[in-house]
């Protein structure tokens, strides 16, 4: 099913006033069940395309969308001197102006008005993108495209104590920390890293952790692949030993320290690697017997191989791509790997993007599936 076909599915009255021009969203005019049924046909026909059969109970469904958006990326450019800023438009490059962002979570639903106060303190430029994150101890924004003049920095340090943001960083360096940006993992307190990945909600992670932990549940010793700033590991870490790895080393410290500091968890190692250059061996993952993975976008094949010729127990996948989701699945499918259970864990309400997590276990392995079906 492609995006042509939402013009048929059930009406619904769009609650933002940019809905439209902005491509921020692209579902607010349709119900819910209505989204529902066409995110559960996507997936469901990307797997037909690679030849994978659903589980028995089929794909179950969350709306994980909580209390909205805790990451935005918004843009600004230069209007007779002035600063524009919003989303970008559906197709295109132009920036939608927008006041505030409904789908938001409380703390960042005025953000185009903090951006344009940065943005008229930067100076001449072509474009500032700027990626804001509400944490525990505040908003922490990120700044690309800005000048990196002493004096452009240091007025950007003044405004970011006079928005009281917790940090304000440019392309990753520092301009002002106030507070250290915070986020809760489980018994964890996580120092996020400047531009680090989080998922889009807090429910959505809740949820996809919720569907790990019942999943993975008895294992003796699980390792997780991508595993950014530990939103899995430090969960799973407190019932079993959990190994860690992912390419970015900043948030490979900040979960090592997150784990250090936290109490009643089971040992937690982590590591930075190129899981895309270099994935875990089946050799190497001798040492697990069960593991988690959560890929960017372009999925992970060449760790997908690895892992289907390992000697697991149970595989817990997780995607944000209905395409390469299913041809990761068709290597394990092919080397024997059963599909148990598959969900949608929609955090992503009123856009057309997935969120999708299934657990695979050895065909013939008759141990119960944990479904997940909250609409």
Known sequence: MTAAGLA?????E???????????????????????????????DALAGRGV??????????????????????????????????????GSHAIVPIAACPVAVPPLRQAPDLVTALAAAAGRFRRIDAQLTASATGIDCDLAGIDPSP????????????????????????????????????????????????????????????????????SKRVVDLFCGVGAFALRLAETTPV???????????????????????????AAARDLFRHPLTSRELQAFDAALFDPPRQGAEAQARELA???????????CDARTFARDTRILHDAGWTMASVAIVDQFRWTTHLEIAALFRRTGDQSTSTPLDRR
């Open 8 to 12: 048929d599915l059930a009406p619904a």
């Open 14 to 44: 769009p609650f933002c006033p940019h809905y439209g021009p902005c491509g921020g969203c692209q579902l607010q005019h349709v119900t819910d069940e209505a989204a529902r049924q066409w995110k559960t046909r996507r997936l469901a």
């Open 53 to 90: 059969p659903l589980p028995s109970e089929g794909i179950g469904y969350v709306l994980a969308e909580g209390e909205g958006r805790r990451r935005l990326t918004l843009h600004a450019r230069l209007d007779r001197d002035r600063p524009i800023v919003g989303y970008m438009s559906a």
């Open 151 to 218: 004096a452009i920095r240091g007025r950007l340090a003044e405004i970011a104590e006079s928005l009281d943001l917790a940090r304000l960083t440019a392309a990753g360096e520092p301009l002002a920390l106030r507070r250290q940006p915070v986020v809760v993992i489980g018994r964890a307190s996580v120092p996020l890293p400047p531009r680090s990945f989080l998922q889009a909600t807090a429910r959505g992670e809740a949820e996809l952790a919720d569907f790990a932990l019942g999943a993975l549940a008895g």
């Open 243 to 269: 190994s860690a790895f992912d390419v970015d080393a900043p948030s490979i410290a900040a979960l090592k320290s997150a784990a250090a500091h936290a109490q009643g968890l089971k040992p937690v190692q």
């Open 309 to 319: 010729s390992a000697r697991l127990r149970r595989i817990l996948a997780i995607s």
